[in-house]
């Protein structure tokens, strides 16, 4: 079945029933672009939704993962040899929140993040364009440096997932080709409403950033739903439906990858 909807930030590893709810969302019309947060979790997807056609698995590195100690040097260095490989990478970036206020946490999430973007852009060069999802919490410009000094915003669809910079960052993120994947929890704040409104629809994009924990078992339909209400928000927001438009814009990141 050809997808009628897109999930372009979605944690299916950490669902408790994730082969289910991948096979459900294939009879549903669901593509899924399954973010990971560490190399470990990228083998296991790429091992287990390997014959799932409606999923797209990316190689991830989470910020959160590199700040505390679980991701450590060989987990970086497996994850940039995987980013030059793969068409997909994600959930990669920084977060310079309260929680991870810790100098040195942010020098090593910069430093594994660098690394990540050098590797993508590499591997773009070699291999062709390939598709970012990136967390960027407090550090949208210290990220969009990155990208930009690794040559990453060139050979990259860099996709911020739920983003909540400032508008001059914003401003910057589109001026520099970059896309957005909007979910309902970034509809919820006034900051949030507003970037969806001026978002450009040529790069907007739909997510949904579930499930809220790990090792929990969740559906194919509560994706689909959240999906829905976003489109709905959007809808109300933009006053136009932009259902086609994002399920085209997806199309075309994930079509060739």
Not at 94 to 105: E, G, I, N, R, T
Request: some cysteine; hydrophobic content about 40%.
């Amino acid at each position: 079945m050809e997808p009628t909807l897109y999930d372009m930030h979605c944690h299916l590893d950490f669902m408790s029933n994730a082969t289910q709810v991948a096979r459900d969302a294939a009879s549903m019309g669901l593509a899924i672009f399954a973010t990971t947060v560490t190399p470990r979790g990228y083998r296991f997807s790429a091992r287990n939704y390997r014959d799932e056609p409606n999923v797209r698995v990316g190689v991830g590195l989470h910020p959160w993962w590199v700040a505390d100690g679980r991701c450590n040097l060989d987990d970086i260095a497996e994850a940039e040899t995987f980013a030059f490989e793969s068409p997909l990478v994600g959930e990669v970036g920084l977060d310079f929140s309260p929680a991870h206020a810790d100098p040195s946490s942010f020098a090593r999430q910069r430093c594994a993040f660098e690394k990540i973007a050098r590797a993508c852009a590499e591997g773009a060069e070699a291999r062709g364009p390939k598709v970012v999802s990136i967390h960027s919490v407090r550090s949208a410009t210290a990220v969009l440096d990155v990208l930009e000094l690794a040559g990453c915003l060139e050979g990259c669809r860099c996709i911020f997932h739920w983003f909540s910079g400032t508008s001059d960052e914003l401003h910057r993120a589109v001026k520099a080709g970059c896309w957005f994947s909007v979910n309902e929890m970034m509809l919820r704040t006034r900051r949030g409403r507003e970037y969806a409104r001026q978002l450009p629809e040529g790069r907007l994009l739909l997510e949904t950033d579930l499930p809220p924990g790990e090792n929990v078992p969740f559906s194919a339909q509560e994706i689909a739903a959240s999906l829905e209400r976003t489109l709905a928000q959007l809808a109300s927001i933009r006053d136009r439906d932009v259902r086609d438009a994002v399920c085209a814009n997806s199309r075309e990141l994930l079509a060739s990858r």
